[in-house]
């Protein structure tokens, strides 16, 4: 059986791909892109006996590509744990939930995403509550900072198709608001593409033709990138003002992407572009009725979306 471990966190992502293969095409089962909507569960205050976070309904979603599966059947669970160090979920001292386990619908496959809600039923609120604070509790002892930046729970995703296997590891954000002007995470929206400097509408199937490469790019999304508020570590804590520095990853399953990441901030304070392009492979010569490509965006702070797109295109 062929595994795979991806690990989708706050600030990157990376997948496992065969020597030789550039990470930005998609040819296997992949797990791009995870997200949790609210991006940040954020208590009203830093009480201990305050537990309203606890019962917010959580909207889970992911984005799994199967380009070679044509709809067969894929199984997907989600599991909380404990330590953002296991990374299937598995380790004996890992304090576990199990969210979900289910077969993934084969509409859910062909549109390539898939959303499930997490939340207590009216029957079971006190179980779900007691659960969910015990896990994060044990996450919180595991962290280097006992939770003083927020609580990050990892969440497992499992997703399992024929002979191929995926661990996906997301952190949900649990905090409270320690210093004045912290406020809930949301998370980021790309407003939309460029393709060859023309928007590139989510409904539209533009034409390309010849060696390329291509141009892509984001819409300007700079007034989007929040401003916001960590405490320090110092004690008592100050508040720490910030502004968020979005990065995307860019993936398809034709043909590859260069560079495969863009943006973020590096030591410097440089701010890095976010200019990309598509370059059909040399050694195929076929049209292709549909190549897609994917945008991931994420703010550094657990947030995340995306974005798809599709063209035409003959060499």
């Known amino acids: 059986m062929r595994v795979f471990l991806v690990s989708v966190l706050l600030l990157a992502s990376a997948a496992c791909v065969d020597g030789g293969d550039n990470p930005s095409k998609v040819e296997d089962l992949r797990v791009l892109a995870m997200r949790v909507e609210p991006a940040e569960l954020m208590a009203p205050s830093c009480d201990p006996g305050t537990l309203p976070a606890l019962t917010t309904p959580i909207s889970f979603r992911a984005l799994v590509v199967d380009p070679k599966g044509e709809t067969r059947p894929v199984r997907a669970s989600l599991t909380a744990c404990s330590k953002q160090s296991d990374r299937d979920c598995n380790e004996e001292d890992s304090v576990r939930l199990v969210m979900f386990d289910e077969e993934l619908a084969s509409e859910e496959l062909v549109k390539g995403e898939f959303t499930r809600m997490v939340e207590p039923t009216s029957g079971n609120v006190g179980q779900y509550v007691e659960d969910l604070a015990r896990v994060l509790v044990a996450a919180a002892e595991a962290d280097t900072y006992k939770g003083l930046g ?47 400097g023309a928007d590139w509408a989510e409904a539209g199937l533009p034409e390309l033709s010849g060696a390329g490469p291509f141009d892509v790019e984001p819409l300007d999304f700079s007034d989007r990138e929040e401003a916001y508020v960590v405490p320090s570590l110092a004690f008592p804590p100050e508040p720490v003002h910030l502004t968020e520095s979005w990065k995307i990853s860019w993936h398809t399953d034709y043909g590859r992407m260069e560079p495969q990441e863009t943006g973020g901030t590096d030591l410097g304070g440089f701010a890095g572009r976010h200019q990309v392009q598509w370059l059909p492979p040399a050694n195929d010569p076929r049209p292709q009725e549909r190549v897609r490509v994917w945008a991931v965006v994420r703010d550094g702070r657990g947030g995340q979306s995306w974005l798809e797109r599709s063209f035409r295109y003959a060499p």
């Open 150 to 196: 927020g609580i990050r729970l990892p969440l497992v995703l499992h997703v399992s198709a024929g002979e191929e296997e995926i661990f996906a590891q997301k952190l949900m954000v649990f905090s409270c608001p320690r210093v004045e002007g912290q406020a809930q995470n949301v998370n980021p929206e790309l407003p939309g593409l460029l393709l060859e």
